[in-house]
């Protein structure tokens, strides 16, 4: 299977404080790979050095072979803006707090991005967008605006709005955390039937019976490093390491 990201010896700080430290990972076409862990121990900033929003310090980024950052001794030189648009191009972001625009209606959150950044026909755009959005189940909410919506709808909103760009993987940023446990629900049946239609993702998630259930891969992160990883369930039913012991009890025990 082919590797659709790959990222290599991964380091990142802020005013001096090593927040990411020698991350290595990579994700497979058709994977599913959830990273689980305490609140800052690097899994947001992980994320947001994938998906261009923060620039690592050092090491590799890779998409589908596509270098969009490079170690060059101990720095990570990016590529060119061209290159790195082709790159933006393959991926698509789901962030915890939506997102949308609040002055668009659902459709227009959902068109605007292919019909501006990749430059796609109207009609054809519209046609996709209300095809997600009946998949989303939200056929019938085309036409309101994000303040008449549930936080569930305003999330499955933004999920359509990332799947139209077409993108080879998705990521979610705890899609999940601003939400009550029934719309969480709600955005978890989303997330699992996108697993079943073979959708590449990569979720940042405190969902672990979720995330044992839906991902073929968990790494388990703390404070900056990954300490363990594998199979979900060996991973969160039998953890080795101590740190991912403590973890998971606390969370059993909230």
């Not at 290595?24 to 800052?40: F, H, R």
């Not at 690592?56 to 060119?80: M, N, Q, S, T």
């Not at 009609?123 to 994000?146: I, N, T, W």
């Not at 790494?219 to 991973?235: A, H, K, L, T």
Request: hydrophobic residues 40%.
């Amino acid at each position: 299977m082919k590797k659709l990201l790959e990222i290599n010896h991964a380091r990142k700080s802020f005013d001096g404080v090593e927040v990411l430290k020698d991350i290595s990972l990579g994700v497979e076409e058709s994977q599913v790979l959830s990273i689980i862990g305490p609140s800052g121990s690097g899994k947001s900033t992980l994320l947001r050095c994938a998906t261009l929003l923060e620039t690592l310090d050092g090491g590799d980024l890779i998409y589908d072979g596509k270098y969009a950052a490079r170690d060059d001794g101990g720095k990570a030189v990016y590529a060119a803006p061209q290159e790195l648009k082709a790159v933006r191009n393959m991926f698509g972001l789901v962030f915890q707090n939506f997102n949308l625009f609040p002055h668009y209606s659902v459709l227009k959150n959902v068109m605007e991005a292919p019909m501006l950044v990749q430059r796609r026909a109207r009609k054809e755009v519209e046609e996709e967008a209300r095809e997600l959005l009946d998949r989303m189940g939200l056929a019938d909410k085309a036409d309101a605006y994000p303040w008449q919506l549930s936080g569930g709808q305003q999330q499955r909103v933004s999920i359509a709005r990332a799947l139209a760009m077409n993108p080879k993987i998705l990521f979610f940023d705890e899609p999940t955390s601003a939400l009550d446990p029934e719309l969480t629900g709600e955005i978890l049946r989303v997330i699992r039937a996108l697993a079943e239609k073979k959708m590449t993702m990569v979720i940042v998630t405190h969902e672990m019976a979720f995330a044992r259930d839906v991902s073929d891969w968990v790494v388990f992160m703390n404070e900056g490093v990954i300490v363990e990883q594998g199979d979900p369930r060996e991973v969160i039913d039998h953890p080795t390491q101590e740190r991912t012991i403590q973890f998971l009890r606390r969370l059993s025990e909230q």
